[in-house]
């Protein structure tokens, strides 16, 4: 998940507080089911979890955006594909190259999060046991190639 | 930066996750720790403790250089350690690691090696054939080629199966525990302590709390509680804890297993977590009051040493001055008057339950000190 939106933009509701409940409302399933903790509704959890970050600084949406984003509503899968998309991003030649060794039968296919895996001992992502891609943030650097 | 609550709810899934999924321990944790050098679990079968032990020392070896890194890897008896090492050492590493690593194992002797590159070492604890003591595992410069070369070098000790299962393998000669240490003396010697990073990493394997309190009290002063599940850090000793939780998908999965019409689940000490025995632990408001005689287990380490007091409860020697006459020894040869009736009458007490225990402590390792003695 990217971000936590409301139905109307930030400055549409009266204040702060009524912004995070309109969020809330509108993404009431995905929360419920995934901010559980003992004693505490889960609206109440978000709020507190919102209000936290704002005390500390944080600019509101981007408070959404950390917590959106963190292990609780995100799986290992889509943070996997996060980070290559991160790494894929900066370079478009690889990008290219990609798109390019994926493709089934001449044609471009769909990215699959289930299909890229993470080689711990070589430190590549390996996608459907046909092209690993060795990347790193600092300094950056990418490579695709094919297994 | 993440806010408290959040750290808190992340922590609650994780947790609720490993519970409903979680069937494998990972080597990843035990890389996560620094500054802690024994690892202890006690854990039901097929989680995976002897497999993350192994797999340490080959990601270790891996990354650093098979030359860099030491494996030994201990188990009670020679027996178990030749059934390891049969048909060139094809039960010794499990088939799930030789597939990841692609590993080609091969045996000579004690030693199992892949693609030609020692592996590990394996040494039985107990055993009238082969003593730890004068045995020359020391090589005082494999940790100083950090300091001469930057090499990282690290050793990998495994002690698998901590005390053989009750009337199933015939015990031998000798205290496993005085044993390891002799072990470790001779792999460690006076090798200083790497703060840059884990140079040693040490792995004690059990199936249940009760089979190792006698160990983990001999070496560490600790009985790990069966009901907890947390992981227990002993900083001084640079030791780690864990009695790994049965989880739900771990006995989802044993309950559809071919076993499940054979093996009692429910009850077996090695499927199943157990409970002590605490009834014959001293109540606390009952008080000791007089030692009546001092029971002596060694000659000179007076850890081995236990005081009765009142006639009834057993506890650590801590320096009591008695009469010369109240020190009874326990076996012969311990330089003093060895009576072979009160010996008998100190069993027929155990037996009978009528000696009490003043602390957990002293009554694992006054069993399992009577233990070594009737085992002979």
């Not at chain 1, 289930?114 to 001992?121: F, S, Y």
């Not at chain 2, 890194?69 to 008896?77: A, D, E, G, P, S």
């Not at chain 2, 082969?130 to 940790?143: A, I, M, P, R, W």
Request: charged share 30%; proline share 3%; hydrophobic share 35%.
């Amino acid at each position: 998940m990217k971000t936590f939106k409301a139905k109307h933009n930030k400055g549409y509701y009266k204040n702060t507080d009524a912004w995070i409940d309109a969020v809330y409302r509108n993404n009431k399933t995905v929360i419920d089911a995934n901010l559980t903790l003992a004693g505490k509704s889960p609206k109440a959890t978000f709020k507190q979890i919102i209000k936290e970050y704002i005390n500390e600084g944080v600019k509101p949406t981007q408070a959404m955006k950390t917590l959106a984003r963190s292990t609780v509503f995100t799986s290992r899968q889509e943070r996997l594909k996060a980070n290559l998309w991160s790494g894929l991003k900066g370079d478009k030649a690889a990008y290219k190259e990609f798109r390019e060794l994926t493709k089934e039968k001449g044609k471009y296919t769909a990215f699959d999060p289930d299909k890229l895996v993470w080689d711990r001992t070589n430190n590549v992502y390996t996608y459907n046991n046909l092209l690993k891609i060795g990347f790193q943030n600092s300094p950056y650097g990418i490579e695709v190639s094919a297994l | 930066m993440i806010s408290p609550t959040h750290k808190l709810v992340m922590r609650a899934k994780e947790a609720k996750k490993k519970a409903e999924l979680g069937l494998y321990l990972t080597p990843n944790h035990v890389f996560s720790y620094h500054g802690i050098t024994d690892f202890i679990y006690t854990a039901v079968r097929g989680i995976g403790k002897s497999v993350i032990s192994v797999e340490t020392a080959i990601i270790l070896k891996r990354k650093y250089g098979y030359e860099n890194v030491k494996c030994f890897y201990f188990r009670l008896t020679d027996q178990s350690i030749k059934a390891m090492m049969a048909n060139k050492g094809e039960k010794a590493i499990d088939p799930y690691l030789i597939a990841k690593y692609d590993m080609e194992i091969t045996a000579k002797g004690n030693k199992l090696y892949d693609h030609g590159k020692l592996l590990i070492e394996f040494y039985p604890l107990v055993s009238a054939g082969s003593k730890g003591k004068g045995v020359n595992l020391y090589d005082c410069n494999f940790f100083s080629k950090y300091k001469t070369e930057g090499k990282k070098t690290f050793i990998v000790t495994i002690w698998d199966e901590f005390l053989m299962a009750e009337g199933v393998e015939k015990k031998s000669i000798g205290d496993p525990v005085e044993q390891y240490k002799i072990y470790k003396e001779a792999i460690l010697r006076d090798a200083e302590v790497i703060k840059d990073y884990d140079a040693v990493y040490n792995f004690l394997l059990a199936n249940n709390v009760s089979e190792c309190a006698a160990v983990t009290g001999a070496l560490y002063n600790y009985i790990p509680n069966p009901e907890n599940h947390k992981r227990t850090k002993l900083t001084r000793k640079r030791a780690m804890f864990w009695n790994v939780p049965i989880t739900q998908a771990y006995i989802e999965k044993r309950k559809n297993s071919y076993n499940a019409n054979i093996l009692d689940y429910k009850n077996d000490v090695n499927y199943a977590n157990v409970q002590r025995d605490l009834s014959l632990v001293k109540p606390k408001r009952t008080r000791i009051y007089k030692v009546t005689s001092v029971l002596k287990f060694d000659k000179f380490d007076k850890k081995k040493w236990f005081c009765i007091y009142d006639g009834k409860w057993v506890r650590q020697y801590s320096g009591e001055t008695v009469a010369k006459s109240m020190y009874h020894p326990m076996k012969r040869y311990l330089d003093g008057v060895y009576n072979a009736d009160f010996v008998k009458q100190i069993f027929e007490m155990y037996d009978n339950r009528y000696l009490g225990y003043t602390d957990l402590m002293s009554m694992a390792l006054f069993q399992s000190q009577l233990k070594l003695i009737k085992a002979k």
